[in-house]
């Protein structure tokens, strides 16, 4: 049975691929995606060897770069996302890499408050199901899709990496599942194997502000403020600093500093969700590609409680997805 885990965030296409049989194999780009008469050639003349090259409609779009590299195209910070020609390059994109042409099962998400919306997990659905022509030459068809709440995708990733021996989470515990991503911050609260819809929500405080917040920090101290990009890419490559008018800058003390006047929205928004519940959480389970950015904030909201996460949090959801379709 082939089978898509395909998380298409806000920063980064998140991909989990592979036969139920022969196992999964994953893959992660930038999510920039505009079409294709918005790039620019390289000042060298050399071919954009990282383009994927993919069809909306009948138009050619270039998807699965940084989303800076477009000339006169805004990238989608809104709710409606998953409605935008942009995403739809992403989802061809997300198809292209997984090289196959026929799929039994797509597992994909949405934020939590707009899962709680049945009219748009059924539209979402919709849109993924059938055949897709993905470039002029290919064409993938898409037998069965489930739509989730993200979250739920991390906390299959977790429990997958659980040592059944010693295991980190109690079958019995109630789970409260954060998801830091780029637009948004998603959580969960799974007790007794079901969803919590009144204890789950979302929050727009997430990755997207806090880097902003972070420039914010930098130009008071160095006179110009980085872009939410320019540390998107940094933190992509692993580099620990930014050039900023012409001086390197450590940027971890101001992504702490922003983390820490986030904090105290993040906990409030999460506490108040659980305030219909007459028991508090077991255990945390902390996951997505700002896992990181985020654990001070979580771990000052439930200072009792374990906080734990998946090894490589960014592709923990798709990984979850994976392994949801397979079961």
Known sequence: MNIVGLDIGYSNLKLAYGNSEKGMQTAIRPAGAAPADRFGSRFDGKE??????????????????????????????????????????????????????????????????????EVRRAELEKQFIGKHKITPKRTVEISKVKVVAQPTGGLFDMISQDDEENPLIDEDARILVVDPGFFSLDWVLISNG???????????????????????????????????ETFEKAIRAGKKSLLVMGQRVDIEPYLK?????????????????????????????????????????????????????????????????WELGAA
Do not use: C
């Open 257 to 321: 500093r922003a983390s820490d006047l986030l904090s105290a929205n993040t906990a409030t928004s999460i506490l108040t969700s659980l305030r219909v519940e007459k028991m508090s959480p077991d255990i945390v389970v902390l996951v997505g590609g700002g896992a990181d950015f985020f654990r001070g904030a979580v771990q000052t909201a439930f200072p009792k409680l374990k906080v734990i996460s998946p090894q490589n949090p960014v592709l923990s959801i798709a990984r979850g997805y």
């Open 48 to 117: 954009q060897d990282d383009f994927l090259h993919v069809l909306v409609g009948d138009e050619p779009f270039i998807a699965g770069v940084s989303s800076d590299r477009a000339e006169m195209w805004e990238r989608s910070l809104h709710s409606e996302y998953a409605r935008t020609p942009s995403y739809t390059a992403l989802f061809h994109a997300g198809l292209l890499l997984s090289g196959m042409t026929e799929v039994d099962v797509l597992v994909t998400g949405l934020p939590v408050d707009q899962y709680k919306d």
């Open 194 to 228: 079901q969803l919590q819809r009144g204890s789950s929500g979302t929050s727009h405080q997430a990755s997207s502000v806090l880097l902003e917040q972070a420039g914010i920090l930098i130009a008071e101290e160095y006179g110009s403020k980085p872009t939410v």
